[in-house]
């Protein structure tokens, strides 16, 4: 993702108020939305995984019930930066998810995503089931919660620049 994706992004999306931040993991997919002024992005659901077209049609679902215009798909990336299988399987999904779904997509880089998670959970005292439960919502909410923060940055900085600052 570089600053023009994240711009044609913004500009493509901009039809509806709230983002989807999808965690796309082999047994579950971790939900979160934004609201509408695309601050705040809060954990919403955790689908379990059945097959791709049950899956979607509950993304197509909350997507028409929240306004969404646009899609944050979590990429893991390695720690070097390359795209590895689980990489691939996230665009791949968004490949095919796209004629049934026609929202822009920005993947969003979620290394270390779930860890920050698993770590703010524990610390929080939750047990082990209870983590099970909200590890996949909370991981896509910090994953959508990083690029409102970058998309925010970008264009307040762009924001300064053009009143002098």
Same mark, same amino acid.
């Given at each position: 993702?570089?600053?023009?994706?994240?711009?044609?992004?913004?500009?493509?999306?901009?039809?509806?108020? +709230?983002? =989807?931040?999808?965690? &796309?993991? @082999?047994?579950?997919?971790?939900?979160?939305?934004? /609201? *509408?002024? +695309?601050? =705040?992005?809060?954990? &919403?659901? @955790?689908?379990?995984?059945?097959?791709?077209?049950? /899956? *979607?049609? +509950?993304?197509?679902?909350?997507?028409?019930?929240?306004?969404?215009?646009?899609?944050?798909?979590?990429?893991?990336?390695?720690?070097?930066?390359?795209?590895?299988?689980?990489?691939?399987?996230?665009?791949?999904?968004?490949?095919?998810?796209?004629?049934?779904?026609?929202?822009?997509?920005?993947?969003?880089?979620?290394?270390?995503?779930?860890?920050?998670?698993?770590?703010?959970?524990?610390?929080?005292?939750?047990?082990?089931?209870?983590?099970?439960?909200?590890?996949?919502?909370?991981?896509?909410?910090?994953?959508?919660?990083?690029?409102?923060?970058?998309?925010?940055?970008?264009?307040?900085?762009?924001?300064?620049?053009?009143?002098?600052?």
């Amino acid at each position: 993702m570089n600053r023009e994706e994240m711009a044609a992004f913004a500009e493509a999306s901009a039809g509806a108020p +709230r983002l =989807i931040g999808l965690d &796309l993991g @082999t047994k579950t997919i971790g939900i979160a939305l934004s /609201d *509408v002024g +695309r601050q =705040i992005a809060s954990p &919403l659901e @955790t689908i379990r995984r059945v097959k791709f077209t049950p /899956d *979607v049609a +509950r993304i197509v679902s909350l997507c028409a019930t929240h306004a969404v215009g646009g899609l944050v798909i979590g990429l893991p990336l390695n720690m070097d930066g390359s795209e590895g299988p689980r990489a691939q399987s996230s665009r791949s999904f968004a490949r095919n998810l796209k004629p049934l779904l026609p929202l822009p997509v920005l993947f969003f880089d979620e290394r270390l995503s779930t860890a920050a998670v698993t770590r703010t959970l524990i610390e929080a005292d939750a047990s082990r089931a209870r983590r099970g439960e909200l590890v996949d919502k909370l991981a896509a909410a910090y994953i959508l919660q990083s690029c409102l923060d970058v998309m925010g940055g970008m264009f307040s900085g762009a924001a300064e620049e053009a009143d002098g600052f």
